[in-house]
């Protein structure tokens, strides 16, 4: 079916790349092609001399490979230092600390990368900010949000393990199964612990009106050609749930099991203590489920009806009130085009083809194309010695669009000292 994604999950590869890509490229010529092929845990290991030839060139990866970050130190050298070039090598991606990705087919994936922290925040770990930041760009100004497809995370949740199981997990985090009960992932993949590992689905409960209780699959997968040959290659076939009916999602299996986590005990333990000690910073986490009264309420309903109606949206191509003598130029992904009643004569504007609420929900191809139309658009401007000065907006919409305005490169310093708040 053309709505399903095939995509490989793999455990820690930690350097043994030939291996990896092998029997990637011996399972997308039997049963693919597969759509993506999404790396958890350790990618880099402590011998990386197998990626070289990846890295000029030489070889290239058989599926579209996205990465986790690092979880130690030494390997922050190994990833890229900005987000706009994520890209390691031909067709292996770094998809960077934590965000949500949606793939051209809508299979949206969320992800976090390192090690649970509470006392640094470095490049490879993560702590609760990150978490609420996370949860902020899937639900807010979200009201229809049900969940997330895939939950990426290279540690695995806090008491994920069923008891009859009796494993003992090192590398887990309370912060990890919290996520998991905001964004309501169908499937959760982990690695880092060197064993394959299946538990029965569960669902997470209700925490607003809007929610569904989506089951959640939990899948450990172990390291890359282990001797043992536990499992470290899963193959899944999914329809993205936004193409699923409501009644399909919340179709009952026989082995389900009780959710493992309690949602007011992890919060109490990660936030309200935190809140505490830190009385400055009360206001970094955005409760979703602060109680409103009705007018606010009714409000806040009317606004999300137009904000979500997309047949009406200025901004899809598709869309009838779409301003097509505007556009400039269409790409694969994004179009470029004149702002309606811009400020400058120049004033332009990049925006997806279709339906994104902000560049942090946008696929990987779009980001690539955006940064395409931006390089072109500095070329322009450059002609008559003005930069451009790019910011998003999606204002009385819920559709991104990166605006451009010409300033004299002269301003720059000036402009930015503004911006920093100097003056
Ligand atoms: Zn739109």
């Given at each position: 079916?053309?709505?399903?994604?095939?995509?490989?999950?793999?455990?820690?590869?930690?350097?043994?790349?030939?291996?990896?890509?092998?029997?990637?490229?011996?399972?997308?010529?039997?049963?693919?092609?597969?759509?993506?092929?999404?790396?958890?845990?350790?990618?880099?290991?402590?011998?990386?001399?197998?990626?070289?030839?990846?890295?000029?060139?030489?070889?290239?990866?058989?599926?579209?490979?996205?990465?986790?970050?690092?979880?130690?130190?030494?390997?922050?050298?190994?990833?890229?230092?900005?987000?706009?070039?994520?890209?390691?090598?031909?067709?292996?991606?770094?998809?960077?600390?934590?965000?949500?990705?949606?793939?051209?087919?809508?299979?949206?994936?969320?992800?976090?990368?390192?090690?649970?922290?509470?006392?640094?925040?470095?490049?490879?770990?993560?702590?609760?900010?990150?978490?609420?930041?996370?949860?902020?760009?899937?639900?807010?100004?979200?009201?229809?949000?049900?969940?997330?497809?895939?939950?990426?995370?290279?540690?695995?949740?806090?008491?994920?393990?069923?008891?009859?199981?009796?494993?003992?997990?090192?590398?887990?985090?309370?912060?990890?199964?919290?996520?998991?009960?905001?964004?309501?992932?169908?499937?959760?993949?982990?690695?880092?612990?060197?064993?394959?590992?299946?538990?029965?689905p569960f669902r997470c409960p209700n925490l607003s009106d809007n929610d569904m209780e989506i089951?959640?699959?939990?899948?450990?997968?172990?390291?890359?050609?282990?001797?043992?040959?536990?499992?470290?290659?899963?193959?899944?076939?999914?329809?993205?749930?936004?193409?699923?009916?409501?009644?399909?999602?919340?179709?009952?299996?026989?082995?389900?099991?009780?959710?493992?986590?309690?949602?007011?005990?992890?919060?109490?333990?990660?936030?309200?203590?935190?809140?505490?000690?830190?009385?400055?910073?009360?206001?970094?986490?955005y409760d979703m489920n602060a109680p409103m009264d009705d007018q606010k309420k009714k409000s806040?309903?009317?606004?999300?009806?137009?904000?979500?109606?997309?047949?009406?949206?200025?901004?899809?191509?598709?869309?009838?009130?779409?301003?097509?003598?505007?556009?400039?130029?269409?790409?694969?992904?994004?179009?470029?085009?004149?702002?309606?009643?811009?400020?400058?004569?120049?004033?332009?504007?990049?925006?997806?083809?279709?339906?994104?609420?902000?560049?942090?929900?946008?696929?990987?191809?779009?980001?690539?194309?955006?940064?395409?139309?931006?390089?072109?658009?500095?070329?322009?401007?450059?002609?008559?010695?003005?930069?451009?000065?790019?910011?998003?907006?999606?204002?009385?919409?819920?559709?991104?669009?990166?605006?451009?305005?010409?300033?004299?490169?002269?301003?720059?310093?000036e402009l930015q000292e503004i911006f920093m708040g100097v003056y």
């Amino acid at each position: 079916m053309a709505d399903k994604v095939k995509i490989l999950l793999c455990g820690d590869a930690e350097g043994k790349f030939d291996a990896l890509f092998k029997r990637v490229d011996t399972i997308n010529k039997k049963s693919g092609p597969f759509d993506l092929l999404l790396c958890v845990g350790n990618f880099f290991g402590i011998n990386n001399k197998e990626f070289g030839p990846y890295r000029i060139g030489d070889k290239k990866a058989p599926v579209a490979t996205y990465i986790l970050g690092p979880n130690k130190q030494d390997h922050i050298d190994l990833y890229p230092n900005d987000d706009l070039h994520n890209e390691l090598s031909t067709n292996v991606y770094y998809l960077g600390k934590r965000g949500i990705f949606t793939d051209s087919k809508g299979l949206k994936i969320a992800y976090i990368s390192g090690i649970a922290s509470s006392n640094e925040n470095g490049p490879w770990t993560y702590n609760e900010s990150d978490i609420s930041e996370l949860c902020d760009i899937a639900l807010k100004g979200n009201p229809s949000f049900k969940g997330v497809d895939i939950l990426l995370t290279s540690q695995w949740p806090a008491d994920i393990v069923e008891q009859k199981d009796k494993l003992d997990v090192t590398q887990q985090s309370e912060l990890l199964s919290y996520l998991c009960m905001k964004l309501k992932p169908r499937y959760v993949i982990s690695a880092l612990e060197g064993i394959y590992y299946e538990r029965a689905p569960f669902r997470c409960p209700n925490l607003s009106d809007n929610d569904m209780e989506i089951a959640t699959r939990f899948i450990g997968l172990a390291r890359v050609g282990n001797p043992k040959k536990d499992k470290w290659l899963y193959a899944l076939n999914l329809t993205p749930m936004e193409k699923m009916k409501i009644a399909e999602l919340l179709q009952k299996t026989t082995d389900e099991t009780p959710c493992p986590f309690n949602f007011f005990d992890l919060e109490g333990k990660i936030f309200k203590s935190k809140k505490r000690k830190n009385p400055g910073h009360q206001q970094y986490f955005y409760d979703m489920n602060a109680p409103m009264d009705d007018q606010k309420k009714k409000s806040k309903q009317k606004k999300a009806r137009i904000e979500f109606d997309q047949d009406k949206c200025w901004f899809c191509l598709a869309s009838p009130t779409f301003d097509k003598h505007l556009v400039i130029s269409i790409g694969e992904f994004c179009y470029l085009a004149l702002t309606k009643g811009g400020i400058v004569e120049e004033h332009f504007m990049i925006s997806p083809l279709t339906h994104f609420q902000s560049s942090l929900a946008c696929t990987v191809e779009i980001q690539k194309e955006m940064a395409k139309f931006k390089k072109a658009l500095r070329k322009f401007y450059a002609r008559n010695e003005n930069v451009p000065v790019f910011f998003e907006r999606n204002y009385k919409t819920s559709h991104m669009q990166l605006q451009a305005i010409p300033i004299p490169k002269q301003a720059v310093r000036e402009l930015q000292e503004i911006f920093m708040g100097v003056y």
